[in-house]
């Protein structure tokens, strides 16, 4: 059976993330999977206009698409994506995260939630694998929430991302084919996706540096000091990404590193249980809204104030 790999860059025509993209694509290609890649400058895609309408619906079970299904290319791409087996992602970064294109594309994945459509029958069940690729004019530095923020949308789709790769200091049309070692890299990628699909979907695991970030659940690079969460939970830290719980600690060579507490992975949202509890405390939040006519009626009665509340606003 050959696998299929799809490939979606964010970036320039002909540049440094297409041409990454590329590399890791071909190094598939070779081993036999069935390649697709688009861009998304080549398609219309709408900013989500934040109706809910598909969580609303999940929470009552019905699948109601998307509101935007008729309106651009969303429906049509998801389409095909929700057919692969991996999907690998190329996107720059701006102003230190993934750019606007990239984020608009997967924010709109919430109506293609598939660990749902799988539960209702719409798309057969499918271990889906991932990789990311970050493109950046600067070091990690200056690209601090890139791989970040792109991990956290692939959730929604429960992709297991097995490597990802920041390409660093390529500001320029096509710069990264000045450097060898990236290109490897971006071949690695390739290789590694093939290596996770060939293996049993239950024992597919990271196969980047095992060191690779601060987190050894998702291997983000970016922890926060942990806030009471819903019904209470708290850690010292959380990894900002997959939501691991732990505290920092002194290793003998007086390096710091994040260890995960016993309970730490309760709500992990690399898993579809972890961001179960998720989908209990919007249940309870926004269904409870709903479900309460006297706390509807208390909105409806508040609102007038800030609807008839105007300012001056821009003429175009
Ligand atoms: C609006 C804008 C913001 C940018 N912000 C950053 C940034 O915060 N960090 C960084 O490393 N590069 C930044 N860059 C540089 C791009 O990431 C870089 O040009 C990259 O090579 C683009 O990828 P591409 O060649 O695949 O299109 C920015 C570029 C633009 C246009």
């Given at each position: 059976?050959?696998?299929?790999?799809?490939?979606?860059?964010?970036?320039?025509?002909?540049?440094?993330?297409?041409?990454?993209?590329?590399?890791?694509?071909?190094?598939?290609?070779?081993?036999?999977?069935?390649?697709?890649?688009?861009?998304?400058?080549?398609?219309?895609?709408k900013d989500c206009n934040g109706c809910t309408s598909c969580t609303i619906g999940m929470s009552m079970g019905k699948h109601t698409g998307c509101s935007l299904d008729n309106a651009d290319d969303k429906k049509k791409i998801m389409e095909v994506m929700l057919e692969q087996d991996a999907v690998i992602f190329a996107a720059p970064t701006f102003d230190l995260m993934p750019s606007s294109l990239f984020l608009k594309f997967?924010?709109?994945?919430?109506?293609?939630?598939?660990?749902?459509?799988?539960?209702?029958?719409?798309?057969?069940?499918?271990?889906?694998?991932?990789?990311?690729?970050?493109?950046?004019?600067?070091?990690?530095?200056?690209?601090?929430?890139?791989?970040?923020?792109?991990?956290?949308?692939?959730?929604?789709?429960?992709?297991?991302?097995?490597?990802?790769?920041?390409?660093?200091?390529?500001?320029?049309?096509?710069?990264?084919?000045?450097?060898?070692?990236?290109?490897?890299?971006?071949?690695?990628?390739?290789?590694?996706?093939?290596?996770?699909?060939?293996?049993?979907?239950?024992?597919?695991?990271?196969?980047?540096?095992?060191?690779?970030?601060?987190?050894?659940?998702?291997?983000?690079?970016?922890?926060?000091?942990?806030?009471?969460?819903?019904?209470?939970?708290?850690?010292?830290?959380?990894?900002?990404?997959?939501?691991?719980?732990?505290?920092?600690?002194?290793?003998?060579?007086?390096?710091?590193?994040?260890?995960?507490?016993?309970?730490?992975?309760?709500?992990?949202?690399?898993?579809?249980?972890?961001?179960?509890?998720?989908?209990?405390?919007?249940?309870?939040?926004?269904?409870?809204?709903?479900?309460?006519?006297?706390?509807?009626?208390?909105?409806?009665?508040?609102?007038?104030?800030?609807?008839?509340?105007?300012?001056?606003?821009?003429?175009?």
């Open positions: 059976m050959s696998w299929k790999v799809m490939g979606v860059a964010a970036g320039r025509k002909d540049s440094n993330g297409e041409i990454l993209l590329k590399e890791a694509l071909s190094a598939c290609q070779e081993q036999g999977a069935e390649v697709t890649m688009i861009n998304l400058w080549d398609y219309d895609i997967m924010h709109r994945n919430l109506a293609y939630e598939s660990a749902f459509l799988t539960k209702i029958g719409a798309i057969p069940p499918r271990d889906r694998v991932g990789a990311l690729i970050a493109v950046g004019g600067s070091t990690r530095s200056w690209q601090s929430m890139a791989l970040e923020c792109m991990q956290a949308t692939t959730f929604t789709n429960s992709f297991k991302i097995v490597d990802m790769y920041m390409a660093t200091q390529v500001p320029a049309p096509a710069q990264v084919l000045l450097y060898d070692e990236k290109i490897a890299r971006a071949r690695e990628i390739g290789e590694n996706v093939m290596k996770a699909l060939n293996t049993a979907p239950e024992q597919r695991k990271w196969l980047g540096d095992p060191d690779y970030g601060w987190c050894p659940n998702c291997h983000s690079n970016s922890l926060c000091l942990g806030e009471p969460q819903w019904r209470g939970l708290q850690y010292p830290i959380e990894c900002v990404v997959c939501g691991a719980g732990g505290d920092l600690e002194k290793t003998e060579d007086g390096r710091w590193r994040f260890v995960i507490a016993e309970n730490g992975l309760e709500r992990d949202r690399t898993t579809e249980e972890g961001r179960g509890i998720h989908c209990d405390e919007i249940a309870e939040t926004q269904g409870g809204f709903f479900m309460d006519p006297a706390k509807r009626a208390l909105v409806a009665e508040r609102l007038p104030k800030y609807k008839q509340m105007k300012f001056p606003t821009i003429e175009v």
